[in-house]
């Protein structure tokens, strides 16, 4: 074997095919993995913009095997290492060709033929020759569909999911680097992506190669790389040093935030670009020039050894000594996640020696923390913010304070610091309940009712509250009753609770959540009345609950947060700049899978805003990538749908027709493939709330009893709403339950009780389960999780979901549209009652899936 370090462009021009050969997996790639690569890419862009020369960075490998020379002197190679980056890769220059295409910059038809011919395709070559990567069976409908640029590109599967990932990105970063921003990513694609091309010998076992590099063992982290370079270094010095610095510092963190120190050491000096895999190669440039002083070697780790003492401050709050920094640090802990980690330390450093006091660097924690707040009360995207506060402690300026030159910073181009007009719109009109992480969501409601400075406040460490809807998400008709008072002309009772459920105003928190329910407003306020938290008994004083009161509640919470969380003083929105919210409009357009459509007011719910203004900007907006797929409430095209250019062929129909989404001969689109707002949040990867089944809980007494009463409470609902088919759906739970070791029930914590059909694995330690249906009672649906399925082998294959779905799709009364592979479809309750024979059977083949990818103990012990 050979290997050679190259670009992607010296690695796929030529006359040649990569074929991914039929024993590999299909492509499995999801947005965790596409986020880091695009992270990377962005480094690298902005060095390139700015002017500058940045390094190449490394990709990994891809091993190849040559293959039989095709008709026309093509040389087809084997994949046998690296498929999932190659692939990647194709269809990164695919979503960037057709971002090109779809602008209106000069020359753009050219630019986009000339990547499509350079990178994608054998330009004289047909059928499956054409293409340049071939990947393995199941997944080359859709890629070829990408490459082509079909009506069917960007389907649900993870190959449609990756080209739409990147049209979303490239979009997003158009917007806010301009004109000269493609050109700078084909550059980075194509010329500073390193890769080692590994070729084997023609007659090598491909598969014994392939085997071999996939079944390595576990490597060392970065810091036992860093530990023995170190001690290398000191054959002198070494025992004194590793027993009375580095052994004390490594027991007090771990070995996870020993190598979270190490890199944060890089990145306070000035490094803000290492990556966490880079930090040992980093780590030894710096002190390679140490080599042979000993002394110096020892202050080196002398000065990491202090810094993981103000780490611990961060990670633990409550060893920070000064009040108010302590207060500032206990905040940003509890507001979770490791952003705001390089500033802290940058900080704590400067007070700790004494070039700062405290109380300064506890105004600058503020600051981070109403930043970062702001924005999530805003729905502004969390894009690029991991790498703007790792720039921050070496591009602040240094001779101001501490607090002045973090909000100065915080307040340049581009950062984004949400404006006191902007927050409380914000909480007025955006789905509070899909911003941010639940940990953040209840932290803003947790402050918020701090705030009212109770006598007797509630102890949140010790009470079990949960975010609560005062408006139930799934109202009975009294609530729609209410809000029919409110509604404007044209909007219908459902319209306007789709704007408000999610909202700010709307939301709360409380113990009492399944007591809560989906109760008439008047129950609600008993409940709410008995509370210890203030701001439930404001809302239980109040006479009504409906639009008017929720807006009300919601300007009263601005007033709060505002003067909680500071913003930039005096700074106004210039009234040239877009509402942020049109960004998010054509996120969620670019988003969707071919075959889907959604309705005006999905759309206005997902963004804060109404149908109408919705309505709007699609008709005057020219460019916007998928605006035929916006349709009425009804399924149709609206009257008043007009082209702003005649950049697109055909009507509307014909377009989602050739898409794949299905019409009645009236020309209604079908609902299967309607995305509801919560679909669309879903596809912009938002954490929209999973309903909670029991699990998790380590009191297995109480769990049980709790399951119990759950247990109950869903058969209660399920024969009070379901009274015809209840005892037949309840049959077929119970032939679940002995179809095979490991099935059993479990119920959900929501207001309306679910029930999970439950598959627990064996070979998982933690009893980690996966479950293919969850049942709502009172909704009389079947939801078929294959959101969830995504994370859960063997389903994570997105190839054996499709078959799931087809297994599903014949059997009469289900219909599931294949462009929803990646959200929560779902079919009617009664279909469990009228077909279960048919269901228990396709339940049979989803546990005979996941049993056949259960390792054998053998594997299990060998494993570990």
């Known amino acids: 074997m050979r290997a050679q370090e190259i670009t992607f462009l010296k690695l796929v021009q030529g006359e040649k095919q990569f074929q991914v050969p039929l024993y590999q997996r299909t492509y499995s790639w999801t947005r965790k993995q596409l986020e880091r690569l695009w992270d990377d890419l962005i480094d690298l862009t902005e060095q390139q913009l700015e002017g500058g020369s940045p390094a190449s960075h490394f990709l990994g490998s891809v091993v190849l095997a040559p293959g039989q020379l095709q008709a026309g002197g093509v040389q087809r190679w084997l994949v046998v290492d690296g498929q999932q980056r190659l692939t990647t890769l194709m269809l990164a220059f695919a979503a960037l060709r057709d971002h090109i295409r779809d602008s209106a910059a000069e020359g753009s038809v050219r630019i986009a033929d000339r990547i499509h011919r350079q990178y994608l395709v054998n330009e004289f070559l047909e059928g499956d020759e054409h293409f340049r990567l071939l990947p393995t069976q199941a997944d080359r409908a859709s890629f070829g569909a990408c490459i082509s640029n079909s009506p069917r590109s960007g389907g649900a599967d993870n190959i449609g999911a990756s080209y739409r990932f990147f049209r979303g990105v490239l979009a997003s970063g158009q917007d806010q680097y301009g004109e000269e921003w493609t050109a700078s990513v084909e550059v980075v694609l194509r010329d500073l992506l390193s890769i080692v091309e590994i070729t084997a010998e023609r007659g090598d076992n491909v598969y014994r190669i392939f085997e071999s590099i996939n079944n390595t063992g576990v490597g060392l982290s970065q810091s ?75 202050k080196e780790v002398g000065e990491l050894a ?39 330390l940058h900080l704590l450093d400067l007070v700790d020696s004494g070039r700062a006091e405290a109380g300064e660097a506890a105004e600058a924690l503020s600051y981070v923390e109403g930043f970062l707040v702001r924005r999530m009360l805003c729905q502004a995207s969390t894009q690029s913010l991991n790498r703007l506060f790792m720039s921050m402690p070496g591009d602040m300026e240094s001779d101001r304070s501490p607090a002045e030159a973090v909000q100065r910073y915080l307040l340049g181009r581009r950062r984004g610091w ?195 203004p919705v ?82 809980s380590s009191n297995a007494a109480a769990t049980n009893m709790t399951i119990d009463a759950r247990g109950t409470r869903f058969t209660e609902l399920l024969r009070a709403n379901r009274p015809d088919a209840a005892e037949a759906i309840l049959a077929f739970l119970r032939a679940w339950e002995g179809l095979a070791p490991g099935c059993h029930l479990d119920y959900g914590k929501a207001t309306e009780t679910s029930c999970f059909l439950m598959l627990r694995k064996k070979s998982s330690s933690r009893a980690a389960a996966i479950w293919p249906f969850t049942l709502y009672p009172v909704f009389g649906t079947v939801e078929v999780v294959f959101q969830y399925m995504r994370s859960r082998p063997p389903f994570d294959d997105s190839g054996l979901r499709q078959d799931f779905m087809s297994r599903l799709n014949a059997i009469p009364g289900i219909e599931l549209a294949e462009a929803k592979l990646e959200l929560r479809p779902s079919f009617p309750l009664e279909v469990l009652a009228n077909r279960p024979e048919e269901l228990l059977g396709v339940m049979s083949w989803f546990v005979q899936q996941v049993t056949a990818h259960e390792p054998s103990e053998e594997q299990e012990k060998f494993s570990l």
């Open 306 to 344: 202090r810094r993981a003492e103000l780490l611990r401050r961060i990670l633990d709050p409550g060893l920070e000594p000064h009040d108010e920094l302590r207060r500032a640090l206990r905040h940003l802990a509890d507001w979770g996640g490791r952003i705001h980690y390089p500033i802290a």
């Open 615 to 696: 309505g709007n900007f699609l008709a005057t907006k020219s460019g916007v990538h998928g605006a035929y797929r916006v349709l009425t409430a009804a399924g149709r095209v609206s009257g008043s749908f007009r082209w702003s250019k005649d950049e697109h062929g055909g009507s509307p129909l014909s377009l989602l027709h050739a898409e794949g989404v299905p019409f009645d001969a009236s020309g209604k689109a079908r609902s299967s493939h309607r995305l509801t707002a919560e679909d669309l949040a879903s596809l912009l990867g938002k954490e929209v709330p999973e309903t909670e089944t029991s699990s998790d």
């Open 418 to 612: 949400p404006t006191d007009a902007e927050v409380a719109e914000g909480i007025r009109s955006k789905p509070f309940y899909w911003n941010g992480q639940a940990q953040q969501r209840a932290y803003v409601l947790r402050r918020l009712e701090e705030s009212y400075g109770s006598m007797e406040p509630v102890d949140f460490d010790k009470a079990r509250l949960t975010v609560e809807h005062v408006l139930p998400q799934r109202p009975a008709q009294a609530w729609l009753d209410i809000l029919a008072e409110d509604a404007d002309d044209g909007q219908t009772p459902q319209d306007l609770h789709d704007l408000l459920v999610h909202t700010l105003g709307n939301l709360t928190l409380s113990a009492e959540n399944s007591k809560l329910s989906n109760h008439p407003f008047e129950r609600k306020q008993q409940i709410l009345e008995a509370s210890s938290l203030r701001m439930n008994q404001e809302i239980a004083a109040t006479r009504r609950w409906g639009r008017k009161e929720i807006l009300k509640r919601a300007g009263n919470l601005a007033a709060r947060a505002i003067s909680l969380w500071p913003g930039p003083q005096g700074e106004q929105r210039v009234d040239s700049e877009e509402w942020s919210g049109w960004a998010d409009l054509r996120a969620a357009l670019i988003a969707m899978p071919a075959g889907t459509w959604t309705t005006y007011g999905d759309i206005a719910e997902l963004i804060g805003s109404h149908p109408v």
């Open 224 to 298: 036992d790389l860093l530990r023995n370079y170190v001690f290398m270094l000191l054959p002198g010095r070494g025992e004194r040093v590793y027993a009375q610095l580095w052994l004390p510092m490594q027991q007090q963190l771990g070995p996870k935030n020993l190598e979270l120190l190490v890199w944060l050491d890089l990145v306070v000096r000035g490094e803000s670009k290492t990556k966490q895999t880079d930090i040992y190669r980093v780590q030894q440039q710096r002190l390679e020039p140490l080599a042979g002083n000993e002394e110096a070697l020892e």
